[in-house]
C-alpha cells in the first residue's frame, strides 16, 4: 500500500543519504556493464551462438564441456592430409606440412588463450554477478521493504496524532 501511494504521489517517501544513493547507482552501473563486457567476451572467444548454448548447458549440468578443435587445427588437419596426399616430398606438400604445422600451433595457442581467458577473466565477472550482486540485491530489497514499513508506520503516526487532535479540538 505505502508503495503503491508513493508511486501514486500520495504518500511521503523518505529519501535515502545522497551518498547511498550514488553508491546504489554505481552499483547498477557495474552490474550492467559487467554483464555487458562478459556477454561480448563470450561472443569472441565462441562466435557459434549454438555453441554457446550447448557450453552454458554443460556449465549448468556441472559436467566437463567437450573439448572442440579449433578452427586453426582443423585445418591444419586437412593441410596435413592433403600433404599426404600430394606427397610430402613434393614442393606443395612440403609447404602444406609447414603451413599445416604452423596452424596447428596457432590452434593449440587459441584453445589455451580461450580456456585461460575463461578461467582468468570470465569467471570472476561470473562470481560476482552470481555472488556479489545477488547480495546487494537481496540487502537492497531488505532496506527497501525496511524504508516502505518505516513510511507506513510513519504515515499511521500522522494519522493517529491528526486524529487525537481533532478529537481534542
Known amino acids: 500500500l505505502q508503495f503503491t501511494e508513493e508511486k501514486l504521489g500520495q504518500a511521503e517517501k523518505t529519501e535515502l543519504d545522497?551518498?547511498?544513493?550514488?553508491?546504489?547507482?554505481?552499483a547498477d552501473c557495474t552490474k550492467n556493464w559487467t554483464e555487458k563486457i562478459l556477454r561480448q567476451?563470450?561472443?569472441l572467444l565462441q562466435p557459434n551462438p549454438s555453441a554457446r548454448v550447448e557450453e552454458f548447458l554443460y556449465e549448468k549440468l556441472d559436467r566437463k564441456v567437450p573439448s572442440r578443435v579449433t578452427n586453426g587445427e582443423l585445418l591444419a588437419q586437412y593441410m596435413t592430409e592433403a600433404a599426404n596426399d600430394f606427397g610430402p616430398a613434393t614442393p606443395y606438400g612440403k609447404t602444406l606440412i609447414k603451413v599445416g604445422e604452423t596452424q596447428r600451433r596457432l590452434g593449440a595457442a587459441e584453445r589455451d588463450f580461450i580456456h585461460s581467458a575463461s578461467l582468468n577473466f570470465l569467471t570472476p565477472l561470473r562470481n560476482f554477478l552470481e555472488g556479489d550482486w545477488r547480495t546487494i540485491s537481496k540487502e537492497r530489497r531488505i532496506l527497501q521493504n525496511r524504508r516502505l514499513d518505516l513510511d507506513a508506520c510513519k504515515a499511521r503516526l500522522k494519522k493517529a496524532k491528526a486524529a487525537e487532535a481533532k478529537a481534542a479540538v
Not at 20 to 26: D, G, H, I, P
Request: hydrophobic share 50%.
Open 18 to 26: 545522497a551518498h547511498f544513493e550514488n553508491l546504489l547507482a554505481r
Open 41 to 43: 567476451t563470450e561472443v
